[in-house]
Protein backbone atom coordinates (compact mmCIF):
# COMPACT_ATOMS: atom_id res chain seq x y z
CA UNK A 1 0.00 0.00 0.00
CA UNK A 2 1.93 2.96 -1.41
CA UNK A 3 0.50 6.40 -1.38
CA UNK A 4 1.70 9.81 -2.76
CA UNK A 5 2.52 12.12 0.28
CA UNK A 6 -0.41 14.00 -1.04
CA UNK A 7 -2.62 11.04 -0.46
CA UNK A 8 -1.25 10.28 2.52
CA UNK A 9 -2.03 13.70 3.90
CA UNK A 10 -5.56 13.92 2.53
CA UNK A 11 -5.94 11.07 4.41
CA UNK A 12 -4.56 12.33 7.98
CA UNK A 13 -5.63 15.75 7.68
CA UNK A 14 -9.26 13.83 6.94
CA UNK A 15 -9.11 11.37 9.97
CA UNK A 16 -8.30 14.44 12.40
CA UNK A 17 -10.86 16.98 10.67
CA UNK A 18 -13.73 14.57 9.50
CA UNK A 19 -14.45 16.89 6.43
CA UNK A 20 -13.56 15.55 3.06
CA UNK A 21 -13.24 18.91 1.25
CA UNK A 22 -11.49 20.56 4.14
CA UNK A 23 -9.28 18.01 3.50
CA UNK A 24 -8.52 17.95 0.28
CA UNK A 25 -7.44 21.85 0.45
CA UNK A 26 -5.44 21.00 3.54
CA UNK A 27 -2.84 18.35 1.98
CA UNK A 28 -1.78 20.84 -1.01
CA UNK A 29 -4.49 19.92 -3.46
CA UNK A 30 -5.51 22.37 -5.70
CA UNK A 31 -9.78 23.03 -6.98
CA UNK A 32 -11.27 25.95 -8.70
CA UNK A 33 -13.80 25.63 -6.37
CA UNK A 34 -15.35 24.24 -3.42
CA UNK A 35 -17.35 21.96 -5.78
CA UNK A 36 -14.73 20.66 -7.72
CA UNK A 37 -12.61 20.00 -4.27
CA UNK A 38 -15.98 18.18 -2.97
CA UNK A 39 -16.08 15.96 -6.07
CA UNK A 40 -12.44 15.10 -5.90
CA UNK A 41 -11.93 14.57 -2.53
CA UNK A 42 -14.69 11.82 -2.57
CA UNK A 43 -12.85 10.13 -5.46
CA UNK A 44 -10.23 10.12 -3.29
CA UNK A 45 -12.31 8.25 -0.79
CA UNK A 46 -12.82 5.71 -2.81
CA UNK A 47 -9.53 4.92 -3.85
CA UNK A 48 -8.92 1.35 -2.36
CA UNK A 49 -5.45 2.45 -0.64
CA UNK A 50 -6.54 5.72 0.92
CA UNK A 51 -9.78 4.31 1.89
CA UNK A 52 -7.60 1.01 3.56
CA UNK A 53 -5.28 3.50 4.93
CA UNK A 54 -7.61 5.29 6.83
CA UNK A 55 -9.29 2.12 8.04
CA UNK A 56 -5.49 1.18 9.06
CA UNK A 57 -5.05 4.45 10.86
CA UNK A 58 -8.24 4.70 12.53
CA UNK A 59 -7.45 1.08 14.16
CA UNK A 60 -4.18 1.84 15.26
CA UNK A 61 -5.59 5.09 17.19
CA UNK A 62 -8.64 3.40 18.39
CA UNK A 63 -5.76 1.06 19.86
CA UNK A 64 -4.13 3.45 21.48
CA UNK A 65 -6.79 5.36 23.31
CA UNK A 66 -8.28 1.82 25.05
CA UNK A 67 -6.29 0.23 27.61
CA UNK A 68 -4.90 -3.43 27.72
CA UNK A 69 -4.74 -5.36 30.16
CA UNK A 70 -0.97 -4.86 30.90
CA UNK A 71 -1.97 -1.12 30.86
CA UNK A 72 -4.47 -1.75 33.42
CA UNK A 73 -2.31 -4.07 35.83
CA UNK A 74 0.68 -1.36 35.74
CA UNK A 75 -1.70 0.97 36.99
CA UNK A 76 -2.94 -0.98 39.75
CA UNK A 77 0.88 -2.20 40.69
CA UNK A 78 1.24 1.68 40.27
CA UNK A 79 -1.76 2.27 43.30
CA UNK A 80 -0.92 -0.95 44.95
CA UNK A 81 2.58 0.45 45.55
CA UNK A 82 1.57 4.06 46.13
CA UNK A 83 1.88 4.88 49.86
CA UNK A 84 0.25 7.80 49.81
CA UNK A 85 -3.32 6.33 48.32
CA UNK A 86 -6.13 5.52 50.68
CA UNK A 87 -5.05 1.99 52.02
CA UNK A 88 -9.17 0.75 50.45
CA UNK A 89 -7.77 1.99 46.87
CA UNK A 90 -4.58 0.07 47.63
CA UNK A 91 -6.25 -3.34 48.71
CA UNK A 92 -8.71 -2.64 46.00
CA UNK A 93 -5.98 -2.90 43.59
CA UNK A 94 -4.18 -5.89 45.21
CA UNK A 95 -7.45 -7.90 44.85
CA UNK A 96 -7.59 -6.95 41.01
CA UNK A 97 -4.19 -8.29 40.53
CA UNK A 98 -5.43 -11.49 42.38
CA UNK A 99 -8.17 -11.75 40.43
CA UNK A 100 -6.36 -11.45 36.93
CA UNK A 101 -3.90 -13.86 38.18
CA UNK A 102 -6.24 -16.21 39.07
CA UNK A 103 -5.46 -16.31 42.93
CA UNK A 104 -9.26 -16.36 43.90
CA UNK A 105 -10.29 -20.21 41.88
CA UNK A 106 -13.48 -21.16 43.82
CA UNK A 107 -13.28 -24.88 44.11
CA UNK A 108 -16.47 -27.06 44.31
CA UNK A 109 -16.64 -30.64 45.54
CA UNK A 110 -18.76 -33.17 43.83
CA UNK A 111 -19.63 -36.11 45.04
CA UNK A 112 -21.52 -39.16 44.12
CA UNK A 113 -21.47 -41.96 41.74
CA UNK A 114 -22.15 -42.20 38.18
CA UNK A 115 -23.72 -45.26 36.81
CA UNK A 116 -24.16 -44.46 33.25
CA UNK A 117 -21.61 -43.40 31.13
CA UNK A 118 -22.73 -40.39 29.13
CA UNK A 119 -21.95 -40.60 25.16
CA UNK A 120 -21.32 -37.56 23.25
CA UNK A 121 -23.99 -38.45 20.85
CA UNK A 122 -26.87 -38.04 22.91
CA UNK A 123 -29.01 -38.63 19.75
CA UNK A 124 -28.51 -42.45 20.34
CA UNK A 125 -29.96 -43.12 24.06
CA UNK A 126 -33.14 -43.53 24.37
CA UNK A 127 -35.76 -41.37 26.37
CA UNK A 128 -35.67 -43.39 29.94
CA UNK A 129 -31.90 -43.21 29.67
CA UNK A 130 -31.76 -39.23 29.34
CA UNK A 131 -34.33 -38.92 32.10
CA UNK A 132 -31.82 -40.90 33.96
CA UNK A 133 -29.13 -38.49 33.13
CA UNK A 134 -31.22 -35.46 33.79
CA UNK A 135 -32.12 -37.42 37.48
CA UNK A 136 -28.42 -37.81 37.80
CA UNK A 137 -27.20 -34.15 36.81
CA UNK A 138 -30.06 -33.00 39.17
CA UNK A 139 -29.01 -34.75 42.11
CA UNK A 140 -24.90 -33.26 41.44
CA UNK A 141 -25.96 -29.62 42.07
Known sequence: MKLTEKQKRFADYYIETGNATEAYKKAGYKASNDNIAAVESHKLLRNPKVSEYIAERNKQLEDDRIADMEEVKRFWTNTLRDEGM?????????????????AFIE???????????????????????????????????
Open 107 to 141: KQEITGEMTQTINNDLSKLSVEELKQIENILSKAE
Open 86 to 102: DPKHRLKASEYIAKTNA
